[in-house]
């Protein structure tokens, strides 16, 4: 597998860092969050992996990763889906584990390019625009925050 990395200006890094740093926490309704919830315990039925729960392990590279996946696993570190939006842990856990799985099947980094390919990948299967929006905020909007800062940032949701 060759992985395929994009540029990506980083005016564009900027620009989208900026919608979700200065953006107020979206409203979601519970109708919406049940729904998400929903869609991705069956997106997690569907996973080939066994996926493992890290406090402290994070892939520096997706080559990295895709190693693993090769080899039917992948870790899943804590600090990546803390969100607020979960009713419950499993569900950022399961988020973060299909959309590391999405990042093997559209062969994409860890750059802006790579999160809005694996975005758009993902989004063609989500139940309704209300989550599409969630999962721009969570994929793109919180990639590009951290790109631009160089460290993670407070999570949240944003409906720019």
Not at 33 to 39: G, H, K, R, V, Y
Not at 60 to 83: G, P
Request: contains cysteine.
């Amino acid at each position: 597998m060759t992985l395929t990395k994009v540029k990506t200006t980083s005016y564009k890094v900027e620009t989208l860092a900026k919608l979700y740093l200065e953006g107020k926490p979206a409203k979601i309704s519970d109708q919406t969050i049940t729904q998400l919830c929903d869609w991705l315990m069956d997106e997690f039925h569907q996973l080939p992996l066994n996926l493992q729960f890290s406090d402290y392990m994070r892939y520096d590279n997706a080559e990295a990763m895709f190693a693993d996946i090769e080899q039917s696993h992948l870790w899943v570190s804590a600090d990546s889906y803390d969100s607020s939006v979960y009713p419950n842990p499993i569900y950022g856990f399961i988020f973060q584990g299909m959309h590391d799985y999405d990042h093997y099947l559209t062969d994409s980094d860890f750059s802006l390019a790579g999160e809005i390919a694996v975005y758009n990948f993902t989004a063609k299967r989500v139940p309704s625009l209300e989550i599409q929006k969630i999962l721009y905020s969570e994929i793109v909007l919180r990639s590009a925050a951290y790109l631009h800062l160089g460290h993670a940032y407070a999570p949240k949701i944003v409906f720019p």
